[in-house]
């Protein structure tokens, strides 16, 4: 099955910092893969994805590219702000028609401060 | 406004009681699925279904149960054979494929007294 390791935290930057959450996956074949987060209290939104190798998926300034020689999907943001305090998950997908659920790292708490 | 919904946010069981936690979808997603989250842990699957009637266990479904009778909703029973349920529970759907985006609920946090 699918496993993930990244960094799990707290990382703690000042705002406009540059960030990098990294995330490395083991999956058969080449999966999508996901970046989400959490805000206290609340469930998991989707930050960005890539569905195939090269794929860069970006949002809200956060970038990550599909790198499929080693097996990475690394988080990046140039400027950090005190409102991306939160926590943020790498979940590779699963192939084929199987809907059979994400693999979630453990996340990776970050701490913006002003 | 399409989305998830669960209830209730928060959760109070006394140990021994069976307890039904809420999960409805309207954006016409085929799967679904329900998730533990405990600190330090990430998120672990307990149940998934990919259509209605139709339900599959995911890697830690011993002491709990669902049922999916209508595509919309996906209830979650935490029942008194779970040794330790206190946790913040996490209901998802998507169209069905492995590439498709998980949209998840807000939560329910679950705690036994």
Redesign the interface.
């Known amino acids: 099955g699918n496993s993930v390791t990244q960094m799990e935290g707290p990382v703690t930057l000042s705002e406009e910092a540059f960030l990098t959450i990294n995330c490395t996956y083991t999956a058969t074949g080449y999966p999508s893969l996901f970046w989400y987060v959490q805000y206290p209290g609340e469930g998991l939104q989707l930050l960005l994805k890539a569905t195939k190798a090269d794929d860069k998926g970006s949002n809200k300034g956060f970038e990550a590219t599909y790198r499929k020689e080693t097996t990475s999907f690394h988080l990046e943001k140039g400027s950090v702000q005190v409102s991306d305090s939160a926590v943020y998950f790498c979940a590779p997908g699963k192939l084929g028609g199987g809907a059979d659920g994400l693999t979630f790292g453990k996340g990776t708490h970050l701490i913006i401060q002003p | 406004d399409g989305g998830?919904t669960?209830s209730p946010k928060y959760l109070f069981r006394k140990e021994g009681q069976n307890v039904t936690l809420s999960c409805e979808q309207n954006l016409n997603h085929?799967?679904m699925?329900w998730?533990r989250q405990d600190p330090?842990?990430?998120?672990?699957?307990i149940y998934?279904s990919?259509i209605v009637n139709d339900f599959?266990k995911?890697d830690i479904a011993e002491g709990y149960s669902v049922s999916r009778e209508k595509k919309e909703s996906f209830p979650l029973t935490v029942t008194s054979a779970q040794k330790n349920p206190t946790a913040f529970y996490?209901c998802?759907s998507?169209m069905?494929?492995?590439?498709?985006?998980?949209?998840?609920?807000?939560?329910t946090r679950l705690t036994v007294l």
């Open positions: 998830i669960q085929d799967a699925y998730y330090g842990q990430g998120l672990r699957l998934y990919q599959q995911g996490l998802a998507s069905g494929g492995g590439r498709d985006t998980q949209y998840f609920g807000p939560g």
